[in-house]
């Protein structure tokens, strides 16, 4: 379950100040020791290393983080500002990371339990939960707080150099945090300077992070606090669950966009793919979801298919250029992602691994996300390809509880795009998850093939164009309207051998049995048209509903829609709203149908041909065993 978006409030945090200060002022905490005597030698920073091994043995060390900090400069006993910021700063971690801890108690009833056992000791299996769930905690407050002076500790160009997390001991939060004090105090002392202090203190977060995220799943109870989303509005603060990299600048993009005028043909894709891109700009951040997934109409999950040129890639760079400007503009983060072939391991699980946490990328509620497969056929198997390694097989199971599992929710702030030349080799039940299809044919007409060469012939030249509009055909109202117009009838000849029959039979389509009668009859020429296929063309009648070009001037500035509160966008897109009709429908049952029959029609043909290239194989290979049985070579 994700519980969305939870703001941390001041009161919260202040009730857990005493408690904080105290830590950065003394605490004792008890670690193994390193060997390293906590004496300076005189007249140096150095402490004496034993020769004898201390291995396992334990003690108590008096931890005074304030007194350290001042240490770094020693001819002046006042704190500088940026030890001064440290220490600020990591109270406050502690008193945020304390009411962290708190809401995760509510969240899983751990302070129901601590009033139980507070009157009355635990037994059994209570007893062992109010362990499991302490222990729980505790690592989710040192997260928190290791997560916020990342955040807000701001690092120079010096680099650190030795530095190691701490000696954690989740027994309570507070034991948590007092070892993460403890750490902390141990990159301070022997810091020459302000900036290498600095440097020291954001590589101890890093390592700290670091160290926590590879223990988590020795802490049950996580659950929870997985998908947890807190703000801190005063600091800017934000932690989306384990997050590994909070507080972090995402790198800038590097791509070829793509521009709408760019491409040639393609016409319905390109619409929708425009369509699609605005969409995703309607998601409000504070609200955690879309007015299109509301209303109906958002595109979650796409596939693309086509031969190999005909303008898939192209159409990848045209989508992730219009969101990326549209997010510069708004100042949102987008996150663009795209999982191939070389994410594949032959380490059992770890392609599963690098797939889920490519989809988690994508996923992340605070930004505007795109994610691709490319070539889906060669990352993810059909299950029953005895010959596909097990990474394959991974990423399949991956992609599909993903796209439509028992745990998948749609906010509305990402879409998924899956594209490739042969849809018929990927797996029938994931092929299905993609609520559109998208035909990506390239140019087409003759007018398409005028205007992609002057296109790409560039303009370094005298050659009169002759008798043609250029790019008449390609303006995409026009276009998009003769498309569609096109899936009136179908166009692959199965489907049209079941479209023909309803009509012998009933005549015109004119009510909703018509057309329940029409999707019974596709299904009995198409076992693989299931129930999925009718919610997917469900969903695309509802996007064709929602079939309205949002106007562009709504996307030149962010206060004109996108950075407009929930309820307003939902009330202006609602305005442009139209209900669908009956050619609508049937436009986008052929459209999805003459897809399934196009992929069963390339499945068979290849099918044939391979039985066609094995016959040929055999009678040439029984023509040679005559010859070697003539010439006496067949039993040498």
Known sequence: MDIGLTTLNEDDIKKHISAAQSLVTQCVVLEASKGKSNTELAGTRRRFVSTVSTAGVRSSRKVELEKSLSSVTE??????????????????AISVALAVADLFARQT?????????????????????????TEASSYVSAFSAGAYLKQMIEAGSETASEVEPPNWNFDTPLDGLKTLVAGLESVVIDAPDDAVLSARVRAFCDEALEDLLSRKNRFTGLGEFEQTHIRLDSDGFELNGFDVAPGTKS????????????????????????????MLMAYDFDRQMNPFVEMGGFLFTFIGDGAPGTGKTILIQMIAGIVYDYCQIAGYGFTYENFGVDQISSYQGKSGQNCKQFVTNVLNTRTIGFGTVDDIDQVAAKRSDDRASAGQQEVTAVLMESFAGASTVVRG????????????????????????????????????????????????????LGEHKLFDAQIIEKAVSEAYEDYSKPQEDGLEDVYDHFMDKHGKFKTMADIGTYLYMIKKAEPRFTGRAIKNITDAIKMRAMDIDLPDEWFEKPEDFMHKPFDEKKDMIAELRNPFSIEMVMQ???RYADSEFRYTDKSDNAAVE???????????????????????????
Not at 112 to 126: D, F, I, V
Not at 251 to 278: D, S
């Open 75 to 92: 001819e002046d006993r006042l704190l500088t500002p940026v030890q001064h910021n440290i220490l600020f700063k990591t109270r406050r």
């Open 588 to 590: 986008e049952i052929n």
């Open 109 to 133: 009833g751990l302070d129901a339990l601590r009033q139980r056992n507070a009157s009355s000791m635990l037994e059994g299996e209570k007893a062992e939960q109010f362990r499991a769930l």
């Open 413 to 464: 702030n990402c879409s998924f795009g899956m594209f490739s030349n042969y849809p018929e080799n990927v797996d029938d039940a994931l092929r299905q998850r993609a609520g559109a299809r998208w035909l990506v044919d390239g140019p087409q007409t003759r007018a398409d093939y005028i205007d992609i060469f002057v296109l790409l012939a560039g303009k370094n030249h005298r050659i009169d």
């Open 610 to 636: 391979e039985i066609i290239r094995r016959e040929r194989q055999r009678e040439k290979a029984i023509k040679i065993m005559g010859e070697m049985k003539k010439d006496g070579r067949w039993g040498a």
């Open 251 to 278: 790198k800038p993009l590097v791509m070829t966009f793509k521009k709408p005028n760019e491409i040639i043909g393609n016409h319905i894709a390109k619409y929708q793919a425009m369509k699609l891109a605005k």
